[in-house]
């Protein structure tokens, strides 16, 4: 059994912005000894023990730099336990809403995932983050009934290694903090890029860096596979649109993260 912590990160309708969505793969055996290596960083870094651990902000009084390599801390365990990292991303200008690029996202990271099951022969649960949208319950109920619908020239795919979709908040597990925690950076360190941010871009290229570990590749040396980082849509007609997704490729590829998907121009 494995299960899929998921969460979302730049939902604000932002020009040249990319919204991503994001699953953490976690393996039900190794569940246990994260939660604890998890309890013990808290521990050590006197996090309070009803404090919700994010992103953002820090715990009362924790100096920057303790925060920063608690984070790190957590993504270190995270990979040191087999977890790998699920992403879909589009760029708000092609977007239809927030919502529905949310809803798209949570297709394409749920079929990744029950594609990633098929590698260990497994089943999984999914765990989604709880946000505000009327038509989300249905969407989910939709996900385990139906499966995955609006494939080009195919039939709706049942997504039989999934046996359950359930919401999550922060606070109720550890791997509800990490998604956001691992989520949250990704997030930091691609609006640097985006946003032409060049005071944050070394601090950028060191997260990714620390994240790359927790991207599945198929084999040790080939590119992240596109069920790991997916770029939606596949094929990007307007130039300066699909110029964006080329750039984001590049900086990716800088810091270790290459992605397998090429950005198709129709």
Do not use: W
């Not at 990714?208 to 599945?216: A, M, N, R, S, V």
């Not at 990007?236 to 950005?263: C, H, P, W």
Request: some cysteine.
């Amino acid at each position: 059994m494995h299960l899929l912590y998921c969460d979302e990160t730049n939902i604000e309708q932002r020009s040249n912005d990319f919204f991503l969505y994001g699953g953490l793969c976690i393996s039900a055996e190794k569940c246990a000894d994260l939660t604890s290596q998890i309890d013990k960083l808290r521990k050590d870094a006197k996090v309070p023990e009803i404090f919700k651990l994010k992103f953002l902000p820090a715990p009362p009084g924790m100096s920057h730099q303790t925060f920063i390599d608690l984070k790190k801390s957590m993504i270190v365990a995270a990979t040191d336990a087999g977890t790998k990292l699920l992403v879909s991303t589009i760029l708000h200008n092609i977007a239809t809403s927030p919502e529905v690029a949310r809803r798209n996202a949570i297709n394409t990271v749920c079929y990744h995932f029950d594609c990633h099951l098929n590698r260990f022969k497994s089943t999984g649960l999914v765990l989604i983050d709880r946000f505000s949208d009327k038509q989300i319950d249905a969407h989910l109920v939709d996900k385990f009934a139906v499966g995955v619908t609006g494939l080009p020239h195919a039939s709706p795919l049942r997504l039989t290694n999934i046996v359950g979709f359930h919401y999550a908040a922060i606070g109720q597990s550890h791997f509800s903090s990490l998604i956001d925690i691992v989520i949250g950076s990704l997030r930091f360190a691609i609006n640097a890029y985006t946003r032409d941010q060049k005071q944050n871009l070394p601090t950028a290229r060191r997260i990714l860096e620390g994240l790359q570990p927790l991207f599945f590749r198929e084999t040790e040396k080939m590119a992240v596979s596109d069920l790991s980082f997916s770029f939606s849509p596949k094929t990007v007609k307007a130039n300066g649109y699909r110029a964006r997704y080329e750039g984001l490729k590049s900086f990716l590829k800088e810091s270790g993260i290459d992605t397998a998907q090429m950005i198709q121009s129709g």
